[in-house]
């Protein structure tokens, strides 16, 4: 049983790696067996279609995501430390080649299984909920700026950041800095250390 847990978690994260570099349609599960050095029939095992790998995927980015938040919470942090955390955990993933997953999943989202899609527009909404939610508190506590409303603001913080992420593969890292200095005026945040180093959500 251990053993094919293990198997089970390999598989995820080596999609996971695949997902983020090349999106949904750019691996297959040869890609996946070849790099772990299996038969493609112990991918199909644990996952029978690439629609069940897919949903796996989302319900982990999910898990995880809320894991990172609640440990967020638990160090104390207040709203700018957690927009900045975020703001280091969306930097993470260019610095490592890699692309959002919620961005990955968006741009291929009319092609990808509904199952799959109805995962990712979960993920969507827990994801946009909690900058909301981090948006309001720092407005309410006079830590962060801006106008309009903190759900219309969290979702232009999202899309500058996704949009960011695309633009700098073809434009470099200093595009994406760009990005984020321009959300930090438009906040009126001042960069603060993050409380701790925090693991990517993938």
């Known amino acids: ?7 089970k978690k390999r598989i995820l994260d080596a ?3 695949l997902l983020q570099r090349n999106g949904y349609g750019g691996f297959s599960y040869q890609h996946i067996a070849s790099q ?3 038969k493609t029939a112990a991918v ?6 690439k629609a069940d790998l897919g949903v ?3 319900r982990r980015y999910r898990a995880n995501f809320s894991w990172w938040t609640e440990q967020l919470a638990s160090q104390g942090t207040d709203p ?3 927009v900045e955390a975020f703001f280091e955990l969306e930097a993470r993933y ?3 080649g890699k692309v959002c997953p919620l961005g990955v999943v968006g741009v291929e989202h009319a092609g990808i299984p509904e199952a799959m899609r109805r995962e990712t527009e979960v993920f969507f909404g827990q994801l946009l909920d909690w900058l909301t939610r981090t948006l309001h508190d720092g407005a309410r506590q006079g830590v962060i700026t801006f106008s309009g409303t903190a759900s219309g603001k969290a979702l232009s913080l999202l899309t500058s950041l996704q949009g960011g992420l695309q633009v700098a593969r073809v434009g470099g890292g200093e595009t994406f800095q760009r990005v984020l200095e321009q959300l930090r005026t438009e906040f009126g945040l001042h960069p603060q250390p993050v409380v701790r180093r925090m693991p990517a959500v993938g």
């Open 1 to 7: 049983m251990r053993t094919r847990q293990g198997t």
């Open 36 to 38: 772990l050095g299996v």
């Open 44 to 49: 199909h095992y644990h996952y029978p279609s």
């Open 56 to 58: 796996a995927l989302i």
């Open 15 to 17: 999609a996971s790696e």
């Open 94 to 96: 260019l610095r490592e």
């Open 80 to 82: 700018v430390a957690r």
